[in-house]
């Protein structure tokens, strides 16, 4: 059975930096992309930053420039390194893998940037 565990998120003062990581426990077979998502409260999941099978990424604009998802094959994890946190970057963040057949969530890391 596949878990995906996160881990990393807490307080931090904004400009601050946090890394996220998510760990994947169980075979998953036929990745097609890993993503992380974040929701912050009265709005909905947005995706955040993905790294597709290939290699490449893409980021949401409010973000590029400062995050950075890159993954360990050798670990089954992947990280979201993020700097120059800002208020609205405060949310609880989900790992998601995305294969042929089926999606897998983390249980989410809560990010509170504040002062």
């Known amino acids: 059975q596949v878990q995906l565990v996160e881990s990393g998120g807490g307080l931090v003062q904004p400009g601050g930096s946090l890394r996220l990581s998510c760990a994947a426990s169980?075979?998953?077979?036929?990745?097609?992309?890993m993503g992380w998502y974040r929701q912050a409260p009265g709005k909905q999941r947005e995706l955040v930053a993905v790294?597709?099978?290939?290699?490449?990424?893409n980021y949401t604009d409010s973000v590029k420039g400062r995050f950075t998802i890159s993954r360990d094959n050798a670990k089954n994890t992947m990280y979201l390194q993020m700097n120059s946190l800002k208020p609205e970057d405060t949310a609880v963040y989900y790992c998601?893998?995305?294969?042929?057949?089926?999606?897998?969530w983390g249980q989410g890391t809560q990010v509170t940037v504040s002062s």
């Open positions: 998601n893998v995305v294969t042929a057949t089926l999606d897998y």
């Open positions: 169980g075979i998953i077979f036929r990745i097609r992309a």
């Open positions: 790294i597709i099978s290939g290699g490449s990424t």
